[in-house]
């Protein structure tokens, strides 16, 4: 219960990474703002948290609107009178092309969603945050890592997001709130097994063959599941990572040392 009786705000919940962070905060004692733009999963995940014993508030959000995100922070203090903990899940995916050719306005989208909406979000609950002494949890990437051909958008992104956390840690500090960041690899959720089985379907093989051979490149010999990151956040939110700020902690099964 290292999240006993906090309130939790998750931002881009859907059927993966953010369902696992909200049933995840949930578990740890947490009651749990959901926040995207689909109603349906936001209701979804609700009724596993309240089977879990805590409360769910539903918020459906799109996080580039600034009268929505405003709306967020309104429906949370209304419903629970305090945040503690903001985790800025919502992800867009940028254009997947090499940085010679991408087009630009593909690339400042991106940022739109994955960069500047994540700044608005923060600043729009950093007085409820300094009033509990508070932190914000940064989804980023193992993008950060490498320089694979056709990622230098999404790269860009995630290492502004980085410096934007890392910024915000310093000037966010001296009101009791810490700003950290999560960097996971491969997460094995929906998205992931689809592309999987689409590669065994290209190549005559298994999505079995597949799984092992990209395990084979990682020092645990598995691919990270949703709610194994998801425990990395709400180490970030509890207690136990209270004199920790700044930092960037990849969850990755060893894929990447940094």
Same mark, same amino acid.
């Given at each position: 219960?290292?999240?006993?009786?906090?309130?939790?705000?998750?931002?881009?919940?859907?059927?993966?990474?953010?369902?696992?962070? =909200?049933?995840?905060?949930?578990? =740890?004692?947490?009651?749990?703002?959901?926040?995207? #733009?689909?109603?349906?999963?936001?209701?979804?995940?609700a009724?596993?948290?309240?089977?879990?014993?805590?409360? =769910?508030?539903?918020?459906?959000?799109?996080?580039?609107?600034?009268d929505?995100?405003?709306?967020?922070?309104?429906?949370?203090?209304?419903?629970?009178?305090?945040?503690?903990?903001v985790?800025?899940?919502?992800?867009?995916?940028?254009?997947? *092309?090499?940085?010679?050719?991408?087009?630009?306005?593909? %690339? #400042?989208?991106?940022?739109?969603?994955?960069?500047?909406?994540?700044?608005?979000?923060? #600043?729009?609950?950093?007085?409820?945050?300094?009033?509990?002494?508070?932190?914000? %949890?940064?989804?980023?990437?193992?993008?950060?890592?490498?320089?694979?051909?056709?990622?230098?958008?999404?790269?860009?992104?995630?290492?502004?997001?980085?410096?934007?956390?890392?910024?915000?840690? !310093?000037?966010?500090?001296?009101?009791?709130?810490? %700003?950290? !960041?999560?960097?996971?690899?491969?997460?094995?959720?929906?998205?992931?097994?689809?592309?999987?089985?689409?590669?065994?379907?290209?190549?005559g093989? !298994? $999505?079995?063959? %597949?799984?092992?051979?990209?395990?084979?490149?990682?020092?645990?010999?598995?691919?990270?599941?949703?709610?194994e990151?998801?425990?990395?956040?709400?180490?970030? *939110?509890?207690?136990? $990572?209270?004199?920790?700020?700044? *930092?960037c902690?990849d969850?990755?099964?060893?894929?990447?040392?940094?």
């Amino acid at each position: 219960m290292l999240l006993r009786d906090r309130v939790v705000v998750v931002s881009g919940v859907g059927p993966g990474l953010g369902r696992a962070i =909200a049933v995840q905060a949930a578990r =740890a004692g947490a009651d749990v703002v959901l926040a995207s #733009r689909t109603e349906s999963r936001l209701t979804e995940v609700a009724k596993e948290i309240v089977e879990l014993g805590r409360r =769910a508030e539903v918020v459906p959000t799109d996080i580039d609107d600034a009268d929505a995100a405003a709306n967020l922070v309104d429906s949370a203090l209304r419903a629970f009178g305090r945040v503690d903990t903001v985790v800025n899940n919502a992800f867009a995916i940028p254009p997947i *092309a090499d940085l010679a050719e991408v087009d630009l306005d593909q %690339v #400042r989208a991106g940022f739109e969603t994955n960069v500047l909406a994540a700044l608005r979000l923060t #600043r729009l609950f950093v007085p409820a945050l300094a009033e509990s002494k508070g932190s914000v %949890v940064m989804i980023n990437s193992a993008v950060l890592r490498h320089s694979r051909r056709t990622f230098g958008p999404y790269k860009m992104a995630k290492a502004s997001l980085l410096a934007l956390a890392q910024s915000l840690a !310093t000037e966010l500090g001296p009101q009791g709130i810490r %700003v950290n !960041t999560i960097a996971p690899g491969y997460i094995w959720a929906d998205n992931l097994k689809w592309y999987f089985n689409y590669l065994a379907q290209q190549r005559g093989i !298994t $999505a079995e063959e %597949v799984y092992a051979e990209t395990a084979a490149t990682i020092d645990l010999r598995k691919l990270p599941e949703p709610d194994e990151i998801a425990d990395a956040v709400v180490f970030f *939110a509890s207690s136990l $990572a209270r004199a920790i700020t700044g *930092a960037c902690l990849d969850v990755n099964g060893g894929e990447f040392h940094h």
